[in-house]
C-alpha cells in the first residue's frame, strides 16, 4: 500500500531515547544520578552539523511535535504539524529539526512516572522540581550526544519561549537565532494566580494521595480535569470564546440544573476529559512551578537587559494581539531588554481572535513571518556550508 | 530612491547605531548595514514591510509611530530617521521631539510641497497638486501634513531644533545645483540633518 502521508508531511516518526549516565544536578540543589530523554528528528543533520533546529515544547507539548506515530491515524499529526514539514515555515529539507520531552514530563523523558532506582516505586512528587535552567542544560546534553555543537535556531512558544530565551542566556555560543513565541520574561502575579487554583484543583482531589496516587491505582481525574478547563479559558479570547461557542442555549430553554447546557461548557469539560487520559497530574503540577519560578533577570541583578547582554543570538520575537496570557505588552518587554542590550532583534504582533492558542495556529502572517525569518537562517547555514 | 539612500549614508558616522521609523521594505538599513557597518533597527507598521524586512535580515519592530517611542530610552541611538513619513503621521511635532529624544541626531526627508509645480497648479487650475514627489490625489493620499521647506524650518525654529545639514533634491532623488539657489521653490524632495543643543 502506498504511504497516506500529506506529501508536506515528515511521514512516520518513530520516538527515540537518549539515556545519561552521568548524574545532572538540578537547581534545586538536587542530583538527578540518572535520565532519559524522548526525542523525535525530522530531517537531515548536514555534513558540518550547522542545520540543527531545537524546538522546546509548552506546558502540556510534548517530543511528538510533527508527522504521524501510526499510518492509520492521520487524524492526530503532532502538535506543530502545521509548521514543520517539507515546504512548510520551518522546512525539513532545509533543517534538522528536533524535539524531546523535558524533564518532568510524562511522555516518556524521566519524571514523575518513572521508577525511582531508590525505592523501586514512581517518583509521583518526590520527583524534584526542575527549573527551565535544568531543561536548557539537559537539552544541551541531547545537543552534545546528537554532536550538535551550535543550533542554527531554537524555537518555542509559551513556555518553550522561554526555553529559547534561556538557551541564549545559559549558552551563548551555542545558538545562532532565537524564537521566542507568545512568551513572557517572568510570570505576572496573574499568570501564578491562574496556576496556584490549577495546582489546589489537583492537591485538594481526594484521589491524589499526597502524589502517591499510583500506589492506589486511581489518578486525580476531577482535579487535574479542572486544571486543563481552567488553563484552557486563558488560552483563548472572550471574542474568540464568543464566535466559537456563543452564548445560546443547546436546548434553546434552560433545565434549571446543572448539567451541560452551554456549548462552551460541554467543550471545556471535553478537553479536561481528554486531557485526563494523556497526562499526568504530578507533571501538571511541577510544570506550573517551573513556570512560575522562571525569571532569567533574577541572576542579573533583575534586569533583563543585564541578562541579554551576554547572548549572542538574534532573535525573533512574536505575539498574538488577543493574547491575555501572555500579552504583547509582555512580549514588548523582552524586545525593550533586547534594544537596551543592544542585541538583534525583530518584532512582530499578529492579529489574531485565537488568544494564547494562536502561536499554535497556520495564520497567514504568522506563518509569512516564520518562513521569512527561517528562509534567511537556511541561507546562512547554506552560505556557511558552501 | 538610490541617490537618497547615498545621500543619507553620507551623513551617517560608520558603525553607528541608527534607528529607522517607518522603516518600509527595510532598503535603507540594508543599505546603511552595507556601506556603512550600521547596527540598529528599523520601526514599522504594515505587515508586508515586516515581512520583507525579516526576509531580507533587516531588524524590524512592528510599531506604531503615532504612539510614541516610549519603549526607547534617551539618546539611545546616534541618528533617527525618517525618510518621507513625516508627513504621512498626524502627530508631527510630538514625533519630532521623539525623535531628538530617543537620538543624538535626526534625519528627515520629505516632498517639498512649495515645489513651483504645486504653487502652479493650484494657483492656475485651483486644484489640489500633483506631483511625481506627491502623486496622490486629495482623495486617497496618506499624507495628512504637507508642508513647505520654510514651513519646516520655521517649526524648527520655534522647536529650537538647530538645521545641522540640509540638501534638496528632485524628483529622481537626484541632487541638482539649481535647487540650491531657491531651494523652496526648486526643490522637489528635502533632507535634513537635526540636532537639539
Redesign the interface.
Given at each position: 500500500m502506498p504511504p497516506t502521508f500529506p506529501p508536506d508531511s515528515v511521514g512516520q516518526v518513530i520516538p527515540q531515547t537518549a539515556h545519561f549516565a552521568e548524574a545532572l544536578a538540578l537547581d534545586c540543589g538536587r542530583m538527578l544520578d540518572a535520565c532519559e530523554l524522548v526525542y523525535e528528528t525530522y530531517g537531515t543533520l548536514n555534513a558540518d552539523h550547522s542545520n540543527a533546529v531545537l524546538i522546546c515544547h509548552a506546558l502540556s507539548g510534548d517530543h511528538h511535535v510533527a508527522g504521524y506515530h501510526k499510518e492509520a491515524d492521520l487524524t492526530k499529526p503532532g502538535w506543530w504539524d502545521n509548521c514543520i514539514g517539507p515546504g512548510k515555515p520551518l522546512d525539513t529539507r532545509e533543517f534538522f529539526v528536533v524535539c524531546c520531552n523535558n524533564l518532568g514530563g510524562c511522555k516518556g523523558s524521566t519524571g514523575p512516572t518513572t521508577i525511582n532506582p531508590d525505592t523501586r516505586k514512581p517518583y509521583g512528587p518526590d520527583f524534584p522540581i526542575v527549573t527551565v535552567k535544568d531543561w536548557v542544560r539537559s537539552q544541551a546534553r541531547l545537543a552534545d550526544r546528537l554532536g550538535i555543537q551550535q543550533w542554527a535556531a531554537v524555537i518555542g512558544g509559551s513556555l518553550g519561549g522561554m526555553q529559547a530565551m534561556q538557551w541564549a542566556i545559559t549558552f551563548p555560543d551555542r545558538v545562532r537565532h532565537v524564537l521566542v513565541i507568545a512568551a513572557a520574561p517572568r510570570l505576572s502575579a496573574m499568570n501564578i494566580a491562574f496556576n496556584e487554583v490549577a495546582r489546589q484543583a489537583i492537591l485538594s482531589d481526594p484521589d491524589f494521595h499526597h502524589g502517591h496516587y499510583y500506589e492506589f491505582g486511581v489518578v486525580p481525574r476531577r482535579g487535574l480535569m479542572l486544571a486543563r478547563m481552567l488553563g484552557h479559558i486563558t488560552y483563548l479570547s472572550d471574542a474568540g470564546m464568543r464566535a466559537k461557542f456563543g452564548s445560546e442555549l443547546r436546548e434553546g430553554k434552560p433545565n434549571f440544573n446543572f448539567d451541560t447546557e452551554f456549548e462552551v461548557e460541554s467543550y471545556l469539560r471535553h478537553q479536561g476529559r481528554a486531557f485526563v487520559d494523556r497526562f499526568d497530574a504530578n507533571t501538571y503540577l511541577l510544570i506550573t512551578k517551573t513556570l512560575d519560578y522562571f525569571d532569567p533577570a533574577a541572576d542579573f541583578d533583575h534586569d533583563l537587559s543585564a541578562a541579554f547582554h551576554r547572548t549572542l543570538a538574534r532573535f525573533l520575537v512574536i505575539s498574538f494581539t488577543s493574547d491575555w496570557r501572555f500579552a504583547p505588552a509582555r512580549s514588548r518587554e523582552i524586545v525593550q531588554a533586547l534594544v537596551r542590550a543592544g542585541r538583534e532583534v525583530s518584532y512582530a504582533e499578529i492579529p489574531s481572535e485565537y488568544g494564547h492558542d494562536a502561536f499554535l495556529m497556520p495564520i497567514p502572517l504568522y506563518h509569512d513571518i516564520l518562513r521569512g525569518y527561517l528562509a534567511r537562517v537556511a541561507r546562512e547555514v547554506n552560505a556557511h556550508a558552501a | 530612491m538610490r541617490p537618497e539612500l547615498e545621500l543619507i549614508s553620507e551623513w551617517i558616522r560608520p558603525g553607528a547605531?541608527v534607528l529607522d521609523l517607518g522603516c518600509g521594505d527595510g532598503a535603507l538599513l540594508a543599505y546603511l548595514h552595507t556601506h556603512r557597518q550600521v547596527?540598529g533597527?528599523g520601526l514599522e507598521i504594515d505587515?508586508a514591510n515586516?515581512?520583507?524586512?525579516?526576509?531580507?535580515?533587516?531588524?524590524?519592530?512592528?510599531?506604531d509611530l503615532e504612539a510614541g517611542l516610549a519603549?526607547?530610552?534617551d539618546s539611545?541611538f546616534d541618528y533617527v530617521i525618517m525618510t518621507q513619513t513625516l508627513q504621512a503621521v498626524k502627530h508631527t511635532e510630538a514625533l519630532l521631539d521623539e525623535m531628538l529624544r530617543v537620538g543624538r541626531q535626526g534625519i528627515v526627508t520629505f516632498p517639498n510641497f512649495g515645489f513651483w509645480r504645486c504653487r502652479l497648479q493650484i494657483a492656475l487650475h485651483g486644484l489640489m497638486p500633483v506631483v511625481k514627489t506627491l502623486p496622490y490625489q486629495w482623495y486617497n493620499t496618506p499624507n495628512v501634513h504637507l508642508f513647505t521647506l520654510r514651513d519646516f524650518e520655521e517649526l524648527c525654529r520655534r522647536k529650537r531644533i538647530d538645521i545641522l545639514q540640509r540638501m534638496v533634491l528632485d524628483h529622481a532623488h537626484q541632487p541638482r545645483s539649481w535647487p540650491r539657489l531657491w531651494p523652496n521653490l526648486l526643490g522637489e524632495i528635502a533632507l535634513y540633518r537635526l540636532g537639539r543643543a
Amino acid at each position: 500500500m502506498p504511504p497516506t502521508f500529506p506529501p508536506d508531511s515528515v511521514g512516520q516518526v518513530i520516538p527515540q531515547t537518549a539515556h545519561f549516565a552521568e548524574a545532572l544536578a538540578l537547581d534545586c540543589g538536587r542530583m538527578l544520578d540518572a535520565c532519559e530523554l524522548v526525542y523525535e528528528t525530522y530531517g537531515t543533520l548536514n555534513a558540518d552539523h550547522s542545520n540543527a533546529v531545537l524546538i522546546c515544547h509548552a506546558l502540556s507539548g510534548d517530543h511528538h511535535v510533527a508527522g504521524y506515530h501510526k499510518e492509520a491515524d492521520l487524524t492526530k499529526p503532532g502538535w506543530w504539524d502545521n509548521c514543520i514539514g517539507p515546504g512548510k515555515p520551518l522546512d525539513t529539507r532545509e533543517f534538522f529539526v528536533v524535539c524531546c520531552n523535558n524533564l518532568g514530563g510524562c511522555k516518556g523523558s524521566t519524571g514523575p512516572t518513572t521508577i525511582n532506582p531508590d525505592t523501586r516505586k514512581p517518583y509521583g512528587p518526590d520527583f524534584p522540581i526542575v527549573t527551565v535552567k535544568d531543561w536548557v542544560r539537559s537539552q544541551a546534553r541531547l545537543a552534545d550526544r546528537l554532536g550538535i555543537q551550535q543550533w542554527a535556531a531554537v524555537i518555542g512558544g509559551s513556555l518553550g519561549g522561554m526555553q529559547a530565551m534561556q538557551w541564549a542566556i545559559t549558552f551563548p555560543d551555542r545558538v545562532r537565532h532565537v524564537l521566542v513565541i507568545a512568551a513572557a520574561p517572568r510570570l505576572s502575579a496573574m499568570n501564578i494566580a491562574f496556576n496556584e487554583v490549577a495546582r489546589q484543583a489537583i492537591l485538594s482531589d481526594p484521589d491524589f494521595h499526597h502524589g502517591h496516587y499510583y500506589e492506589f491505582g486511581v489518578v486525580p481525574r476531577r482535579g487535574l480535569m479542572l486544571a486543563r478547563m481552567l488553563g484552557h479559558i486563558t488560552y483563548l479570547s472572550d471574542a474568540g470564546m464568543r464566535a466559537k461557542f456563543g452564548s445560546e442555549l443547546r436546548e434553546g430553554k434552560p433545565n434549571f440544573n446543572f448539567d451541560t447546557e452551554f456549548e462552551v461548557e460541554s467543550y471545556l469539560r471535553h478537553q479536561g476529559r481528554a486531557f485526563v487520559d494523556r497526562f499526568d497530574a504530578n507533571t501538571y503540577l511541577l510544570i506550573t512551578k517551573t513556570l512560575d519560578y522562571f525569571d532569567p533577570a533574577a541572576d542579573f541583578d533583575h534586569d533583563l537587559s543585564a541578562a541579554f547582554h551576554r547572548t549572542l543570538a538574534r532573535f525573533l520575537v512574536i505575539s498574538f494581539t488577543s493574547d491575555w496570557r501572555f500579552a504583547p505588552a509582555r512580549s514588548r518587554e523582552i524586545v525593550q531588554a533586547l534594544v537596551r542590550a543592544g542585541r538583534e532583534v525583530s518584532y512582530a504582533e499578529i492579529p489574531s481572535e485565537y488568544g494564547h492558542d494562536a502561536f499554535l495556529m497556520p495564520i497567514p502572517l504568522y506563518h509569512d513571518i516564520l518562513r521569512g525569518y527561517l528562509a534567511r537562517v537556511a541561507r546562512e547555514v547554506n552560505a556557511h556550508a558552501a | 530612491m538610490r541617490p537618497e539612500l547615498e545621500l543619507i549614508s553620507e551623513w551617517i558616522r560608520p558603525g553607528a547605531r541608527v534607528l529607522d521609523l517607518g522603516c518600509g521594505d527595510g532598503a535603507l538599513l540594508a543599505y546603511l548595514h552595507t556601506h556603512r557597518q550600521v547596527s540598529g533597527y528599523g520601526l514599522e507598521i504594515d505587515s508586508a514591510n515586516l515581512v520583507q524586512c525579516i526576509q531580507t535580515g533587516v531588524s524590524v519592530i512592528h510599531a506604531d509611530l503615532e504612539a510614541g517611542l516610549a519603549d526607547f530610552s534617551d539618546s539611545s541611538f546616534d541618528y533617527v530617521i525618517m525618510t518621507q513619513t513625516l508627513q504621512a503621521v498626524k502627530h508631527t511635532e510630538a514625533l519630532l521631539d521623539e525623535m531628538l529624544r530617543v537620538g543624538r541626531q535626526g534625519i528627515v526627508t520629505f516632498p517639498n510641497f512649495g515645489f513651483w509645480r504645486c504653487r502652479l497648479q493650484i494657483a492656475l487650475h485651483g486644484l489640489m497638486p500633483v506631483v511625481k514627489t506627491l502623486p496622490y490625489q486629495w482623495y486617497n493620499t496618506p499624507n495628512v501634513h504637507l508642508f513647505t521647506l520654510r514651513d519646516f524650518e520655521e517649526l524648527c525654529r520655534r522647536k529650537r531644533i538647530d538645521i545641522l545639514q540640509r540638501m534638496v533634491l528632485d524628483h529622481a532623488h537626484q541632487p541638482r545645483s539649481w535647487p540650491r539657489l531657491w531651494p523652496n521653490l526648486l526643490g522637489e524632495i528635502a533632507l535634513y540633518r537635526l540636532g537639539r543643543a
